[in-house]
């Protein structure tokens, strides 16, 4: 199991879209750093659900890991959820933030914040993929069908056909 460095990210994102949309800019070290899709204002204690602005794909030969950027666990703000993409997942990501401020002050994060690190690991043994209910979640109709040709043009057999199409049409939306 190894990191794919910057190199291979790319390729990677040209070829599958694994981070759509892409700014190379964005690229950090061996990985990229998502940013978020909608202003959020995070009270002391309160618990939000950040989505992300990008769309995450982690090929099914790889396993994503997330890392909050430390400019906000500095701040006080924690990241409650697990800190994996399971390989084959599409979608936008939910990170579950609270702020545990020391101060009680509020936390704001602006759309287009830069938030969370992603970094793909290779993985060994067969693909499993992710055919959970959060599958293509919050993606638009026209996004989707992007993503299922993507996958049922690169990963046959991996991927029932029907089965995407089922997920799709049951994705959480918003």
Do not use: W
Not at 44 to 57: D, G, Q, T
Not at 101 to 114: A, E, H
């Amino acid at each position: 199991m190894a990191i794919a460095g910057k190199e291979q990210l790319t390729k990677m994102i040209q070829a599958y879209r694994c981070i759509h949309p892409f700014d190379y800019a964005l690229m950090d070290g061996d990985g990229y750093v998502l940013t978020v899709r909608d202003e959020t204002t995070l009270h002391y204690l309160e618990h939000r659900n950040v989505v992300s602005f990008e769309i995450v794909f982690t090929p099914p030969t790889y396993v994503s890991h997330l890392t909050a950027k430390s400019k906000y666990g500095r701040m006080g703000l924690s990241f409650l959820n697990a800190a994996k993409v399971h390989s084959g997942f599409v979608g936008r990501l939910a990170l579950e933030l609270v702020n545990l401020s020391n101060g009680r002050q509020t936390i704001t994060i602006k759309r287009g914040d830069p938030l969370m690190h992603i970094e793909y690991i290779s993985r060994e043994g067969n693909p499993a993929p992710y055919k959970g209910d959060y599958m293509f979640q919050y993606m638009t109709d026209d996004e989707v069908s992007l993503y299922t040709g993507i996958l049922k043009e690169h990963f046959k057999g991996l991927f029932d056909p029907a089965e995407l199409d089922k997920m799709a049409k049951e994705r959480v939306r918003g």
